[in-house]
């Protein structure tokens, strides 16, 4: 069986040990250290695999921020008894990976058949390792005079599923995206080689295709080459969920694991599927693997297909760049995908440089008047004689919706239909420049199918493998989960965690301000809307204050946030590139999610103790949290628990690759922005003739930075949470776990 590796400091896992409770299990053979074995808590349901939890640290707060939402999410009645949720006083969470045992105690285990793979047998340290074996069965001795004592008993190497006894089946739902094939080829293969399954199916066209198509047999030479292929050999489908039939047609046909690559429709559906199983009493296990070119799916580091996406837009950007610059006054339009987040839009820009204005939908924008779209324009070809628009689909939805009336169409999976922002954009400059007497050559890009329909890159079929090897192994091992890259780290995740949000380009983050200064584009935001947003957040700071920690997670904080994207900016804009400091002046954390450690360690050093960034803040909180459970478990360490801990270090993602890239010229950057004639004054003149009462602009523009503000808030709310929490008498140990994180995170950091 996999070996899973700790992210956590020793001292944590030995308390997540002791409560049964894990976030993620990790689960690919990179993972260098083994882990203890869990605990079964008296009164618990058995986790039989070693389970670990998540450490909060900067670079990981994003996808922890999901992760904490999600975690107060209203779950229903029969959901909730299974979930097993702890909130950690200072934001950590820890929760249980659904698994076979918690609704079929007695199930029997076999012989792991990895232990005599010619390949992995020889790779124990890594792959087999028989402390993080599957089944360890550990008993718990309650007599011990130091509390709680850990036994091994019992055989080692074992998993759920006998090889002959597996039928696997595996289906690929909603829109297409690199790398489908990549994945259900190392299902095919991985299931076959390594566990000698022979019994896979594929499931044509979605989920409909469970109750309506035949079965396809699948085996690793019939899918030996499709990953050359774009696309999804077995078909796709949006809409057909019908949980019923599904699991009629799963039990009818003796599936026992079910394999579900899809994106965020799609795995709620894999979770209503798991919530079936589980009423139904069957020994199935669910695994998810999660699509989304989008690469919007909550607390995963990043979706398969994506970098070969961004990659490819950049054919793309270079034909309007060329087309462009051979014109005179030449405009190259780009259309990039991009539904709710623009995060595609927005490496595909950093990537190029060639581009000199990027749109997305978390960033509204207008077209007239001062700082507008338009002025823009006209600065950028007397300047430049050409320029470089690319914009995300979503974007600009709510100015198109002004002039074309239409009515709000949804597809089969209800999902939105979008209006052609490219061809809106397309038109409207046109008649800008028509009405200015401006000669100019505007050619427009959609190359949105071209971008999704490709086979995967090297790096993502690499990443699609060791996705596909960890749902196998995860599915072996009895569990239903999703399978996603969290943190560096191969992690299952429950299901609920990765469908309650989603996520989103922060456009107060550093990663965004980097665009900002990268293609010196206007902010559409104005001085005055950062001012209001800063004493809105004072006010709302103090408010959240008061309010229950519950209120957190109901899709007003964190990821899940869209900043006013369906607002449209009326506020007369001055040009305010968002520069980090300012950013962290309004108390907006920076760029979290796209520095590496080093960068952020390097920003931690420069912020006074007693008055912490956000960001130091995060640190507090994790490592308080560190040492909350520092105090639970240090007198009894559990065995194998002298694994070290290492902090996760993040991958190359192209988040982190940008990032590490502007790091370098960090200083540079941003002076550049304001340099480069970014005023961060102007005077207020109404800019078009929609331009209404100030008064109303700056609530609406308060509103709009209120929702960038929701970490801040989430923060503060779960301070104040915190607070309430210390007066209970389950957390009254929480002063002294403060101050112990305190020393510990001294310690961390050095
Ligand atoms: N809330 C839901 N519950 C169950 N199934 C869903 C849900 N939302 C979407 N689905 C199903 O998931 C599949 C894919 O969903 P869709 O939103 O089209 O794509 P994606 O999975 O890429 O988000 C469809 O078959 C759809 O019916
Ligand atoms: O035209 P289709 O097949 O409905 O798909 C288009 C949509 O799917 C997307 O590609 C996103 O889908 P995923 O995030 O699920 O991959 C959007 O960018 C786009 O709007």
Known sequence: MASSHIILPKEEEEAAAEAGLGVAVEADHDSPAPCPFQEHAPGKAALPFSATC???????????????????????????????????????????????????????????????????????????????????????????????????????????????????CIVTCGGLCPGLNTVI?????????????NDIFGIQNGYK?????????????????????????????????????????????????????????????????????????LQVAVAGIPKTIDNDIAVIDKSFGFDTAVEEAQRAINAAHVEASSAENGIGLVKLMGRYSGFIAMYATLASRDVDCCLIP???????????LFEYIDRRLKENNHMVIVVAEGAGQDLIAQSIPAADQQDASGNKLLLDVGLWLTHKIKDYCKSKKMEMTIKYIDPTYMIRAIPSNASDNVYCTLLAHSAIHGAMAGYSFT??????????????????????????????????SSTNQPSFLSKEDIDAAREADRKNGENAKKKPASMLANGTNGVETPPAASTPLRHPATEVPVPPSAAADVGITMAPDSDSA????????DQPEEQPSEETEITQEADGAAAATVTKSSEEPAPGANASWTTATPPMTPERGAAAAAHDSEGSDTQSAAGR??????????RHAGASVKGDDVSAAKSRLLAFRSFARDKKVIKSGGAEAAASPEREGAAEHKEKGKERRKRFWK
């Open 54 to 168: 998540v450490r909060i640290s900067r670079d990981s707060y994003p996808n922890l921020r999901a992760l904490r939402n999600a975690s107060a999410l209203d779950l229903h009645e029969d959901d909730a008894a299974f979930v097993k949720v702890e909130e950690g006083d200072y934001g950590y969470v820890l929760d249980d990976v659904p698994h076979l045992t918690d609704y079929l105690p007695d199930l029997p285990t076999f012989p792991n058949p990895l232990q005599d793979h010619p390949a992995y047998s020889t790779v124990k340290q890594y792959f087999v390792n028989a402390d993080d074996t599957v089944p360890e069965k550990v008993v718990v001795q309650k007599n011990s005079p130091r509390g709680v004592h850990f036994r091994r008993a019992g055989p080692r190497q074992r998993v759920y599923f006998e090889s002959e006894e597996v039928k696997a």
């Open 185 to 197: 080829r190392e299902l095919v293969c991985g299931l076959s080689h390594m566990y000698n399954v």
């Open 209 to 281: 295709g469970f109750y309506s198509s035949n079965y396809l047999t699948m085996t690793a030479k019939s899918v030996n080459d499709i990953h050359k292929r774009g696309g999804t050999v077995l078909g796709t489908s949006r809409g057909g969920h019908d949980t019923k039939k599904i699991v009629d047609n799963i039990q009818d046909r003796g599936i026992n694991q079910v394999y579900i690559i899809g994106g965020d429709g799609t795995q709620k559906g894999a979770y209503e599927i798991y919530k079936e199983i589980r009423r139904r009493g």
């Open 362 to 372: 978390e960033s509204p924008f207008y077209l007239e008047g001062e700082g507008g």
């Open 483 to 516: 399978v996603g890259m969290v943190n560096g780290r191969h992690a299952y995740i429950p299901f609920h965690r990765v469908t309650s949000t989603r996520n989103k380009v922060r456009i107060t983050d550093r990663m965004w301000a980097r665009l900002l």
């Open 598 to 605: 080093d960068d952020t360690r390097a920003a931690a050093a």
């Open 677 to 686: 004639g970014s005023p961060l004054h102007r005077e207020e003149k109404p």
